[in-house]
Every structure is written in structure tokens, then in C-alpha cells.
């Protein structure tokens, strides 16, 4: 059995292992259909801000429903959230097919169905956050973020790629490529809710207190006070706002390296490719000392290789330095989950990953926003590279600015939860 080798042993959990093969094939349809809308944005358009538009209607519910959707992961059975999000996901997945079928060249209908799959992943993704700690023995949990994430690489190198693929093949006048891919993507959400309705964890309620102002916010609190977190979180927020690129690789594709859709795909996927080999190297090779600084050199090199992206005109370097670009963010993202749900206690971390939710949809998603903008005013080049710049600058400003972070050492529930057990009580009392 996979649970027997060593590193693996995440695995050894049945619901972990449903759960994972569920995400699997759900983030892999995300991302293809995630391909699909941007090619088809811009091939109405041509505009660079429509495609900054495009991550900013994925972000705003993030920002809209930030205090509801935490307080509904600790209210809630967090599973039960997570399939009613999934289902609202799958009916927007049917609208896009249909109007792909119906070819309709007008963004409005695709901005708005946009908006309300981000609203789904509001309130799905601190529910899934703080699902995970329920899955795995805790002495497994580390090695289970570890998996997670190697997971997630492995949907977002093949679903920008089968995205891609579907997206040109010749399928006939009357079954526009576009069509395929949301057909894929329905597809892969019916398998999500058939895996995760089978999960026999049942968390159930976590927070007991009457709903208040102060339960609402206790998330914020927690995070403003456990300076460690509130560091970590604070700099993928400024890192990836400034340095993400993903939503100009449609220029890039198109205009920069004319590689056209199939090229689109193999950039989409080449962060994730190299996320992918940092992972499993901490997966079998754990981070055993000095988290804090290896996650903010990783960081580091993140700004740079999206320096090297900006200005490259070859499709070779440009998907090296995509890779060295995944592959830097990997150990930021592994350092920050397991700091995320360790340090966090276990009737909070529903509002404390809504917070962390709002900080990488930020990043991501509004990051999107940003790139579109400054492409439209400075050119697609010219933006990246500045924000490459200015990522690491925010890097070392952080290593300054927050000692607690740069001083974590050891990824484990004793050495991340000792410092924050005042925090913890104050936060309770309210």
C-alpha cells in the first residue's frame, strides 16, 4: 500500500485519501476551465483589463462574504459546506457550456457567472482549510499538507495542459472547443460531490458561542496578534499581488511567444510543475529546521525568476523560469499551511483560514486585477518585471519587519502553538 512507504503517511487515512482524489479531479477541471474563459475573454476583447477583470470577480466575494463564510466553517459541518459551495460550482459550469454552445460573443454573462463560482470558493475554501486537520492524525498532519499541496501541483500541471488541448482539437463546426472544456469540467465536480459525499468525518459544530461581533472577528484578532501568521500571510498577499503573472499569459501566448492556446496550457502548467518537484521532495524529505528563513529565500527567488518570465521572448526560458517561479512558492505555501492549522486552535479555524483565504485571493485573484491594469498602462513586459522587483523588495522589507517569522524552526503542533496559547485564551474570552 502507498501508506506503507515512508513519507506517505497521510495516507493511511481513508477519508484522506477520498478527499484527495476528489480534489484531484475537481482543481483539474478548474484549471482547464480556467484556461478556456481567459482564451475566450480575450479572444472578445483583446483587452488586457478584461482579463484583470476576470480574477477581480473571482476575488470581490472573498472580500464581500469574509466574516459570514469563516463563521459558517466553524458553525456548520464543514463537509456539508463544502458540497452545497461544489454544487452552486457545478450549475455555473453547466451556464458556461451553454454559452459556449450558443457562441455568444458578449463578456457580461461570463463576468457574472464568474462572480458566483467566486462565491462558491468563498465560503468552500475555509471550510476545506479547516476540514483537513479532521482527516489525519495529527502527528500525520504536516505530511498531509505536504500531499495536499503535491495534489494540487499535480491538477494544475494537467488541467491547464487537458484545458489546452480540448480547447483546439477539431471537434466540428457545431461543438466549439470551449464546449469541451466546461464539459470536462462538469464532469470532474460530479466526481467532486460523489467522493466527499462518502467521507466519514463529521466535524460538526466547532464554535458553540452565540453569533456576535465579537465571534465574527475573533479570526482577525487571532491573526493580528500571532505575529508569525499575520507575517506570513501578509507577504504571499504583497509577493504574489506584485510578481503574479498568470493573468497576462494569454498575451504572452498570443502576442509575446505566439504559441497560441496549446502554448497557454504548457505555461499555466509550468509553476505548477515546478510546485510539483518541490513537494514531493518535502513530502519524503520533510523541512526539519529553519522554516521561517527557508521560506523567505524561497520567496526570494520567486520575484527573481518572474523577472527572468517579463522579459523573455522564447518559450523554453519562459517555462523555466514559470517553473523556478512554482517551485519558490511551493515551500512558502507549505511553510504557511502548516503554520495556518497548527497554530490555530481547532474551533477557529474556519474564520482564521476565511482570513488566510482573503489574503491569497488577494494575491491571486486580485493580483489578476492588478497585472491587467498595469499591462494596460505600462505593456505587458514592463509590469511583470516591476513586479518581480517589487517582490523582493516586500521580501526583505518582511524579514526585517517580522522577527517572529523569520525566526520559526520547526514545523510541528508543539513548537507553533506554544507561543500563541496566551493569544489563544485572549481571543476566546473576547
Excluded at 77 to 83: G, P, S
Excluded at 256 to 282: C, D, E, K, N, Y
Aim: overall charge positive.
Amino acid at each position: 500500500m502507498l501508506s506503507s512507504i515512508p513519507g506517505t503517511a497521510a495516507f493511511a487515512s481513508r477519508d484522506f485519501r477520498r478527499y484527495q482524489m476528489a480534489r484531484l479531479m475537481v482543481i483539474m477541471g478548474a484549471e482547464a476551465q480556467a484556461v478556456a474563459v481567459a482564451w475566450q475573454v480575450y479572444e472578445i476583447t483583446h483587452r488586457a483589463v478584461d482579463l484583470g477583470y476576470t480574477g477581480l470577480l473571482l476575488f470581490l466575494p472573498g472580500l464581500l462574504f469574509l466574516l459570514p463564510s469563516g463563521h459558517v466553517a466553524d458553525r456548520f459541518d464543514r463537509r456539508t459546506v463544502i458540497l452545497v459551495c461544489y454544487t452552486l460550482q457545478g450549475f455555473c459550469t453547466l451556464a458556461l457550456l451553454a454559452l459556449a454552445w450558443r457562441r455568444v460573443h458578449n463578456v457580461a454573462p461570463i463576468f457574472a457567472l464568474l462572480f458566483l463560482i467566486g462565491s462558491g470558493r468563498a465560503f468552500s475554501a475555509p471550510a476545506s482549510a479547516a476540514l483537513l486537520p479532521h482527516l489525519v492524525p495529527a502527528d500525520h498532519f504536516v505530511n498531509a499538507v505536504t500531499w495536499g499541496s503535491t495534489v494540487l501541483q499535480i491538477a494544475n500541471i494537467t488541467g491547464p495542459a487537458v484545458g489546452g488541448l480540448l480547447y483546439t482539437l477539431p471537434w466540428g463546426p457545431n461543438f466549439p472547443g470551449a464546449s469541451a472544456v466546461f464539459t470536462f469540467a462538469l464532469a470532474t465536480e460530479l466526481w467532486f460531490l460523489l467522493l466527499v459525499g462518502t467521507l466519514h468525518a463529521r466535524p460538526g459544530r466547532m464554535e458553540h458561542r452565540d453569533l456576535s461581533v465579537s465571534v465574527l472577528l475573533a479570526g482577525f484578532r487571532y491573526v493580528w496578534r500571532a505575529k508569525m501568521l499575520l507575517g506570513s500571510i501578509s507577504l504571499d498577499l504583497f509577493v504574489v499581488l506584485l510578481g503574479g503573472a498568470t493573468a497576462l499569459l494569454p498575451i504572452y501566448a498570443a502576442d509575446i511567444l505566439h504559441t497560441g492556446p496549446q502554448g497557454l496550457g504548457l505555461l499555466r502548467a509550468a509553476p505548477a510543475f515546478g510546485a510539483l518537484i518541490v513537494s514531493m521532495r518535502m513530502a519524503f524529505l520533510p523541512m526539519k529546521r529553519r522554516a521561517g528563513i527557508k521560506m523567505l529565500i524561497g520567496v526570494g527567488f520567486f520575484g527573481a525568476a518572474t523577472m527572468v518570465f517579463g522579459v523573455s521572448t522564447h518559450l523554453a526560458v519562459s517555462v523555466a523560469a514559470l517553473t523556478v517561479v512554482g517551485a519558490s512558492d511551493m515551500m512558502s505555501v507549505v511553510v504557511r499551511s502548516s503554520m495556518l492549522q497548527l497554530a490555530t486552535p481547532a474551533s477557529m479555524r474556519g474564520r482564521v483560514s476565511a482570513v488566510n483565504s482573503l489574503f491569497v485571493g488577494a494575491s491571486n485573484e486580485l493580483g489578476e486585477f492588478e497585472s491587467g491594469v498595469t499591462a494596460q498602462w505600462w505593456g505587458a513586459v514592463r509590469a511583470v518585471v516591476i513586479g518581480g522587483i517589487g517582490s523582493m523588495v516586500v521580501t526583505g522589507l518582511w524579514a526585517i519587519l517580522f522577527p517572529a517569522l523569520r525566526g520559526v524552526d520547526k514545523l510541528s503542533a508543539d513548537s507553533l502553538r506554544i507561543p500563541e496559547a496566551e493569544i489563544a485564551e485572549d481571543v476566546r474570552r473576547g
